[in-house]
């Protein structure tokens, strides 16, 4: 007969789940971490740019460990929603007491502009999954042409940009901003990666042309340039003639094509600015222009996944607004709106709980604490016997298959040996098929 403990599912092996998943195994519950990818990681395997060696290493070391961690299981290649392999209800059938969902940002977060279907126009996210190659979208088409305009001013946006410029090396990148350049999101260090690139003589006529408008609103124009060129000192050097420029106060109203379906520009409107409570806003003008591109990447955020099976609020799964179990004032809780009461035994973090908010030290913390509410919910059970040899079965009746920490550690040193033979830093295999394959032909 097993032990008695707490038995919980987390949803999501990202930063937020992984480390989730430790605190409760080592606060002694039965800890079950479902994925659907292959691979643990999340937005650490598969969201930061691709050349960031020393950080992708350190953190893949870490999540191994988590692996190791007694008390944990890891079940990669199964999707967990309303359209997946398992429903929440199949888990609390299986007798999870208490669900934690860390599946992050998973929808795509659009404008709902006219032209948005066109070839040439792709969400950031798509984008970055490709180039980090998180399969399927390996395999995904990509059309640039000569000109790219990517909408956004955060380091995502930087990220696409540096794409752009040093693997796909086209002509010019166009970042769109909807507000001033005073009020750019993106850090120094990720600028350090394309200023080289930027023409200052373009950042100066744009910012000429707005200085009015910051003028208006008391935006000091020299600080912000001073702010975007701080990282000059520091330029990484460039291996293209990309150009990359800012079009300030500017929102895309439609996206513009040719007959074959192909992207010829984009339609923005200029923007003023208003001061509102102290805080400043972008207001439209009226006036329309055309942006020549051949290609629009819209970095504007993320949301959670709306078919996952959870209310979704503002791009959110909903919180509990009066939590029984908060965390330093924060609510974890699933919440559901219609019938104004918590979803007692479901949790959410990190992304999944606060879309686009911070990256791998944001998640971390966020999966840790939210793994502390459901230590404070457990509490109020009982333990109980964890059926395993059930879950077992379940996952083998799924026809397809499952991917263990075994699996896992047997794939990273087949990797790391191909990387070798390769005389590369780091290889990966592009598809499921082929690390399906590679597991396979050991177990």
Not at 160 to 181: M, N
Not at 411 to 436: C, D, P, S, V, W
């Amino acid at each position: 007969m097993s032990e008695k403990q707490f038995y919980v599912a987390v949803v999501g092996a990202g930063p937020a789940g992984m480390f989730a998943a430790r605190e409760l195994a080592r606060g002694g519950a039965r800890v079950v971490v479902f994925n659907r990818d292959i691979k643990p990681g999340g937005l650490a395997e598969y969201g930061i740019y691709p050349d960031k060696h020393a950080m992708k290493t350190g953190l893949r070391s870490q999540f191994r460990q988590v692996l190791d961690t007694p008390g944990l299981e890891y079940f990669g290649n199964v999707v967990i929603g309303q359209q997946g392999d398992l429903t929440l209800d199949d888990l609390r059938t299986l007798g999870f007491q208490a669900i934690l969902v860390c599946a992050g940002a998973q929808g795509t977060k659009w404008l709902g502009l006219p032209g948005e279907d066109l070839t040439g126009v792709y969400h950031a996210k798509d984008l970055v999954y490709h180039y980090n190659q998180l399969p399927p979208y390996t395999q995904k088409p990509f059309h640039f042409g000569k000109k790219a305009a990517v909408v956004g001013a955060g380091n995502v946006m930087l990220d696409i940009a540096r794409f752009l410029i040093q693997k796909v090396k086209v002509d010019e990148v166009v970042a769109v901003v909807r507000r001033g350049p005073a009020e750019v999101k993106f850090d120094k260090k990720e600028m350090e990666y394309v200023i080289a690139n930027l023409s200052q003589r373009a950042l100066d006529d744009e910012i000429a042309r707005v200085t009015p408008i910051m003028q208006a609103v008391e935006q000091d124009p020299a600080a912000a340039r001073a702010n975007i060129l701080e990282a000059l000192p520091k330029a990484q050097p460039t291996n293209s003639t990309s150009r990359f420029r800012f079009e300030f106060l500017a929102s895309p109203t439609q996206i513009l094509g040719n007959e074959k379906g192909f992207v010829t520009g984009l339609e923005v409107e200029d923007n003023s600015l208003q001061l509102k409570d102290g805080d400043t806003k972008a207001r439209g003008t009226g006036n329309k222009r055309v942006v020549d591109v051949d290609s629009v990447v819209f970095a504007i955020g993320d949301k959670v996944d709306e078919s996952f099976g959870l209310p979704v609020e503002w791009n959110e799964f909903s919180k509990n607004p009066n939590p029984r179990y908060p965390v330093d004032g924060v609510s974890y809780e699933a919440y559901d709106p219609a019938a104004a009461s918590p979803l007692n035994d479901i949790f959410v973090a990190g992304w999944s709980r606060q879309a686009s908010t911070g990256l791998v030290g944001y998640a971390r913390k966020d999966g840790t604490n939210g793994s502390k509410a459901v230590m404070q919910y457990l509490q109020t059970l009982q333990p109980v016997e964890p059926d395993l040899a059930a879950l077992e079965k379940r996952l083998a009746g799924l026809g397809k298959p499952v991917v263990t920490a075994q699996d896992v550690r047997n794939l990273t040193e087949i990797e790391a040996t191909e990387a070798q033979r390769r005389g590369l830093e780091y290889f990966k295999f592009g598809t499921n098929e082929e690390m399906l394959s590679k597991i396979q032909s050991i177990g």
